[in-house]
């Protein structure tokens, strides 16, 4: 079992609210990814860290931000969440390998109203 | 990164054998093939990977296309807990990010 959690797993906000989706994992993987994903759809990447201090933005432009100052965290923050924005976020991680699984949390769904 | 064509969606029995077919000509020598399914309500999962040769675990089988352009998922007795969104992908290197595309949406009937 996947020892990689994300909360909250669902919120539901106001525009303009500031919010942070928390993703930690205790594995000691290096490698960490932020996927947005919404209802029947495909898995969007939007960041990506290699490790401590290393992000990157990943294929599909994305308002949010992330941080990476401990391996095991990985936050993504809307400093203002908009209708927009309202989708499911997936975490997951894994080794600094070029072939290594990747796991994933359960997901957080944010609904903006 | 190499992109994916499946079938949107497949419909199968239950113990029956599935197969879930996936192209990737553009993939490169040293792209890995990757295989991932999503439950509802759940995040995705990893199933099985390869990179030329076939592969089995306790979940499935990939068979990989001699020229690699296309690979194949097995599931040898299907159940209802098989139902799912079935993702192939194709990554490698120290850029190793995986993207995924809309795959495909397994039905198992009881």
């Known amino acids: 079992e996947a020892d990689i959690y994300q909360t909250p797993r669902y919120l539901v906000i106001g525009t303009g609210k500031k919010i942070t989706l928390e993703c930690s994992q205790t594995?000691?993987?290096?490698?960490m990814y932020w996927y947005q994903q919404d209802p029947g759809m495909e898995l969007h990447l939007i960041h990506y860290?290699?490790?401590?201090?290393?992000?990157e933005k990943g294929d599909l432009s994305s308002e949010s931000t992330v941080s990476r100052i401990r391996t095991e965290h990985f936050p993504l923050t809307l400093e203002s969440a908009r209708p927009s924005h309202t989708s499911q976020y997936l975490c997951?991680?894994?080794?600094?390998?070029?072939?290594?699984?990747?796991?994933f949390g359960e997901g957080s769904r944010l609904t903006v109203l | 990164d190499a992109k994916t064509t499946q079938p949107n969606s497949m419909e199968s029995n239950e113990e029956e054998p599935v197969h879930l077919p996936c192209n990737h000509s553009?993939?490169?020598?040293?792209?890995?093939i990757h295989w991932y399914r999503q439950l509802p309500s759940q995040g995705p999962e990893y199933v099985i990977h390869g990179l030329t040769s076939n592969v089995n675990n306790r979940m499935a089988s990939l068979a990989i296309a001699e020229d690699r352009k296309s690979s194949t998922l097995i599931l040898h007795r299907a159940t209802l807990r098989d139902a799912a969104v079935y993702y192939c992908?194709?990554?490698?290197?120290?850029?190793?990010?995986?993207?995924f595309g809309k795959g495909t949406l397994l039905t198992v009937n009881p």
């Open positions: 553009t993939i490169s020598g040293t792209d890995y």
């Open positions: 992908t194709v990554s490698g290197g120290s850029n190793y990010k995986l993207t």
């Open positions: 997951a991680s894994t080794r600094l390998t070029n072939t290594g699984e990747l796991f």
């Open positions: 860290s290699y490790g401590v201090n290393s992000t």
């Open positions: 594995m000691g993987h290096d490698k």
